[in-house]
């Protein structure tokens, strides 16, 4: 999102460039909303026609009370006459009132429409973008903009470029009819206008920076909303309320001081704009009622212009609200658009290279150096290689920060090493598709992550066109089937949010289940036994052991068990290995694993494998 940041896709300068910072302040960014309108041509052309029907029937209103002033009540009050431009009248108001129903319902439509093919369109982008782009940029910000903004450009879509349109018309069209009524009055009015347009760009300048900024306090407001409540035990648990309280008192309080500052500048402008409308037309009021004074104008024709002066000052003062809406909605387009613009560091080449078939599950690093964006000046891996066979089991220990779990990451190829190769199957990362890669592995992460979603998604999760027969024989090896069995509604059960409604043994055994169906020839397993009591690490252990079989694995281990088990145990520290080997040659020699090991003996409730 930051213009300072740099994609391997689209390199971006360092400093914001002139042209961007002009877009910026500027209606430039609601082409995009526009665009998206454009997508459904027969509801605009629908929207346009009823816009033009009620413009002109508001304005026709005028020239209805001119003809019942002048030919009505002029000719002795004939009720036939009178009735037949009453009549007219009525006819006027009802093409009004159902043009402005078809109106009102088309734009809210479309502008429903435009803003739900925005989200998806940014789901979309965000959902193709690398983690490094999340490392920099909070989820819970964006999840705000993904919300709040796209309320404002619903609102915008939705009412304000009707209500827009609609003013204009009547503006351009009053002025035109006024003309036709008594030029010499008009010409005052046109000449007012420009003492009107002055203010309203000096202020929407204005305007346009401190909507943007009172977004941002908006996202804000969202982002620490969403912070709190995810962890309110914790928060409860250290007895934090307060504070948490008073931080988001904080926020509220920046936003509103935001907020006070765009209402004042909108309210300043509103009123001066007013002031010089209404003041023009009052004079020029005036000077009509001067000319029916003396019978140069009729009773018909300056009741028709002060209608229709009203409706032409209130389009205008109409107007000025109307900008400042688009200045707001130019800000929240202007935030989505980034989201939008943002081009994922891992991309699949022009032409990838496929993999192997059938797959053999071998994976190598080859000099692997990895920096995390984020983190540029600390090297996690460096100059790794690394060779694991297929159906080989490797368990990867080391101490905090050793650079276990950037294995996965690029494993994953969830970023590209600096120098050096990673393969699978003999074919570099870089060089296949990222989708194809995935495809290969299964992941176990240290804690289950569960979806907000039935027992069933959560487990085809892995598989989505599992059939139940397939997703209870993998729960049954996943030691999940008995839990699941016992659930409300089985597998239509809502597990609640990160799957709340499981134990934390639960989740596990749902995450080795799901990766069971995924049936992939790769394993990447953090594993998450040590934060288990002693039945439930049981349990899940098993279900391990069954995962594990015919697949290559490698698999982060906290336990020492899990350690004697596999095939080769490599020792990492600071980025590179330092050791490996087999469990009693590793403690014969001594070094770190030996000392990690004596560690874990010593003091069984600590996991020094981390």
Same mark, same amino acid.
């Given at each position: 999102m930051d213009a300072s940041k740099a994609t391997a896709a689209e390199p971006q300068p360092a400093v914001e460039a002139p042209e961007s910072e002009g877009k910026r302040r500027s209606l430039g960014p609601l082409w995009m909303v526009w665009r998206g309108t454009l997508a459904y041509p027969g509801r605009v052309a629908l929207a346009g026609? !009823?816009?033009?029907?009620?413009?002109?029937?508001?304005? !026709?209103?005028?020239?209805?009370?001119?003809?019942?002033?002048?030919?009505g009540f002029s000719q002795g009050g004939n009720p036939a006459d009178i009735a037949r431009w009453f009549e007219y009248l009525l006819l006027i108001i009802a093409v009004l009132a159902i043009g402005t129903a078809v109106r009102f319902y088309t734009v809210s439509w479309i502008g429903e429409r435009v803003v739900a093919d925005i989200r998806l369109a940014v789901l979309r982008n965000l959902l193709a973008l690398s983690p490094s782009f999340f490392e920099e940029n909070s989820p819970k910000e964006i999840s705000s903009r993904m919300t709040a903004d796209?309320?404002?450009?619903?609102?915008?879509? $939705?009412?304000?470029?009707?209500?827009?349109?609609?003013?204009?018309?009547?503006?351009?069209?009053?002025?035109?009819?006024?003309?036709?009524?008594?030029?010499?009055l008009t010409l005052g009015l046109v000449i007012a206008i420009p003492v009107v347009i002055l203010p309203i760009a000096w202020f929407g300048r204005r305007l346009r920076t401190i909507s943007r900024t009172s977004q941002d306090r908006v996202a804000d407001i969202g982002a620490t909303t969403t912070e709190v409540l995810g962890a309110l035990r914790i928060v409860q648990a250290f007895n934090q309320e307060r504070r948490e309280a008073e931080r988001f008192g904080g926020a509220v309080e920046r936003t509103f001081t935001t907020a006070k500052r765009r209402i004042m500048i909108r309210?300043?402008?509103?009123?001066?704009?007013?002031?010089?409308?209404? $003041?023009?037309?009052?004079?020029?009021?005036?000077?009509?009622?001067?000319?029916?004074?003396?019978?140069?104008?009729?009773g018909g024709t300056i009741a028709a212009f002060v209608v229709t002066g009203g409706i032409v000052a209130g389009a205008f003062g109409s107007l000025t609200e109307v900008y400042g809406d688009l200045v707001r909605g130019a800000g929240a387009a202007s935030r989505l658009a980034e989201l939008l613009e943002e081009r994922p560091v891992i991309a699949p080449p022009a032409r990838p290279q496929a993999l192997p078939e059938p797959a053999r599950g071998q994976i190598a690093f080859e000099n692997v150096t990895f920096r995390?964006?984020?983190r540029p000046e600390v090297a996690a891996l460096r100059d790794l290689s690394l060779k694991v066979d297929p159906g080989e089991t490797v368990a990867i220990v080391g101490p905090s920060g050793a650079g276990k779990s950037t294995l996965f990451q690029l494993a994953e190829r969830f970023f590209d090493p600096q120098s050096g190769t990673v393969k699978i199957d003999g074919v570099p990362l870089a060089s296949a598709d990222p989708a194809d890669i995935r495809r290969r592995i299964a992941l176990v992460p240290q804690e289950g992550v569960l979806f907000a979603a039935s027992a069933r998604d959560n487990l085809r999760y892995g598989n989505w066109d599992a059939s139940d027969a397939q997703i209870w024989e993998a729960a049954r090896a996943a030691n999940a089937?008995?839990?699941?069995?016992?659930?409300?509604?089985?597998?239509?059960?809502?597990?609640?949010?990160?799957?709340?409604?499981?134990?934390?043994?639960?989740?596990?055994?749902?995450?080795?289940?799901r990766a069971l169906l995924r049936d992939a020839p790769i394993l990447l397993l953090d594993e998450a036994t040590s934060a288990l009591d002693a039945e439930s690490?049981?349990?899940?252990?098993?279900?391990?052991?069954?995962?594990?079989?015919?697949?290559?694995?490698?698999?982060?281990?906290?336990r020492l068990a899990t350690v004697r088990k596999a095939n080769r145990i490599v020792v990492m520290e600071e980025g590179r290995i330092v050791e490996e080997g087999s469990h009693d040659r590793l403690v014969a020699g001594g070094g770190l694993y030996a000392r990690l090991a004596a560690l874990q003996f010593d003091s069984p409730q600590i996991t020094p494998f981390e």
């Amino acid at each position: 999102m930051d213009a300072s940041k740099a994609t391997a896709a689209e390199p971006q300068p360092a400093v914001e460039a002139p042209e961007s910072e002009g877009k910026r302040r500027s209606l430039g960014p609601l082409w995009m909303v526009w665009r998206g309108t454009l997508a459904y041509p027969g509801r605009v052309a629908l929207a346009g026609v !009823a816009l033009v029907i009620t413009a002109s029937a508001t304005l !026709a209103i005028p020239a209805g009370f001119r003809l019942i002033i002048d030919r009505g009540f002029s000719q002795g009050g004939n009720p036939a006459d009178i009735a037949r431009w009453f009549e007219y009248l009525l006819l006027i108001i009802a093409v009004l009132a159902i043009g402005t129903a078809v109106r009102f319902y088309t734009v809210s439509w479309i502008g429903e429409r435009v803003v739900a093919d925005i989200r998806l369109a940014v789901l979309r982008n965000l959902l193709a973008l690398s983690p490094s782009f999340f490392e920099e940029n909070s989820p819970k910000e964006i999840s705000s903009r993904m919300t709040a903004d796209t309320a404002i450009i619903e609102q915008i879509v $939705g009412t304000t470029v009707s209500v827009a349109l609609r003013n204009a018309i009547m503006a351009v069209g009053g002025v035109a009819y006024l003309f036709a009524l008594a030029p010499g009055l008009t010409l005052g009015l046109v000449i007012a206008i420009p003492v009107v347009i002055l203010p309203i760009a000096w202020f929407g300048r204005r305007l346009r920076t401190i909507s943007r900024t009172s977004q941002d306090r908006v996202a804000d407001i969202g982002a620490t909303t969403t912070e709190v409540l995810g962890a309110l035990r914790i928060v409860q648990a250290f007895n934090q309320e307060r504070r948490e309280a008073e931080r988001f008192g904080g926020a509220v309080e920046r936003t509103f001081t935001t907020a006070k500052r765009r209402i004042m500048i909108r309210a300043v402008m509103t009123a001066i704009i007013m002031f010089i409308l209404f $003041g023009s037309i009052t004079l020029l009021m005036w000077r009509g009622a001067l000319g029916v004074a003396d019978g140069s104008i009729s009773g018909g024709t300056i009741a028709a212009f002060v209608v229709t002066g009203g409706i032409v000052a209130g389009a205008f003062g109409s107007l000025t609200e109307v900008y400042g809406d688009l200045v707001r909605g130019a800000g929240a387009a202007s935030r989505l658009a980034e989201l939008l613009e943002e081009r994922p560091v891992i991309a699949p080449p022009a032409r990838p290279q496929a993999l192997p078939e059938p797959a053999r599950g071998q994976i190598a690093f080859e000099n692997v150096t990895f920096r995390y964006p984020s983190r540029p000046e600390v090297a996690a891996l460096r100059d790794l290689s690394l060779k694991v066979d297929p159906g080989e089991t490797v368990a990867i220990v080391g101490p905090s920060g050793a650079g276990k779990s950037t294995l996965f990451q690029l494993a994953e190829r969830f970023f590209d090493p600096q120098s050096g190769t990673v393969k699978i199957d003999g074919v570099p990362l870089a060089s296949a598709d990222p989708a194809d890669i995935r495809r290969r592995i299964a992941l176990v992460p240290q804690e289950g992550v569960l979806f907000a979603a039935s027992a069933r998604d959560n487990l085809r999760y892995g598989n989505w066109d599992a059939s139940d027969a397939q997703i209870w024989e993998a729960a049954r090896a996943a030691n999940a089937e008995g839990f699941l069995r016992a659930l409300p509604q089985g597998l239509d059960t809502f597990l609640g949010e990160d799957g709340a409604r499981l134990s934390g043994g639960q989740r596990q055994r749902m995450a080795i289940a799901r990766a069971l169906l995924r049936d992939a020839p790769i394993l990447l397993l953090d594993e998450a036994t040590s934060a288990l009591d002693a039945e439930s690490e049981r349990l899940v252990q098993d279900a391990l052991e069954r995962l594990m079989e015919s697949r290559t694995t490698l698999v982060i281990a906290h336990r020492l068990a899990t350690v004697r088990k596999a095939n080769r145990i490599v020792v990492m520290e600071e980025g590179r290995i330092v050791e490996e080997g087999s469990h009693d040659r590793l403690v014969a020699g001594g070094g770190l694993y030996a000392r990690l090991a004596a560690l874990q003996f010593d003091s069984p409730q600590i996991t020094p494998f981390e």
